[in-house]
């Protein structure tokens, strides 16, 4: 069975920082790009974040560039989400999806092979 599990959400106060954690199971994760996505109450969901299969190449979006780091372990079949200096209008739930193409094309939200179950970020004093 297919599946990715978020983990690693919670409360925390601004400037804080939190890392995610995405499990993959029933697939072999090196084959895929990975993408961090997020979406805010009443907000459509946007992208954060992309790895490439292998690693050596990153996307974040310009809201959170130098604040957050995607990585990956495929020997844990797991994906990371590394976030620092956290702002309130970080506040989301948080996803991670998986995409495989033959070549890096980024992680598109409508484009995505499989998707996870969220994560819950909150911050705030």
Known sequence: QLQLVESGGGLVQPGGSLRLSCAVSGFTLNY????????????????????SSGGSTTNYADSVKGRFTISRDDAKATAYLEMNSLKPEDTAIYYCAARWRAFYSGCPRDGMDYWGEGTLVTVSS
């Not at 996505?37 to 969901?45: I, L, V």
């Open 32 to 51: 895929y790009a990975i993408g961090w996505f997020r979406q805010a109450p009443g907000k459509e969901r946007e992208g954060v974040s992309c790895i």
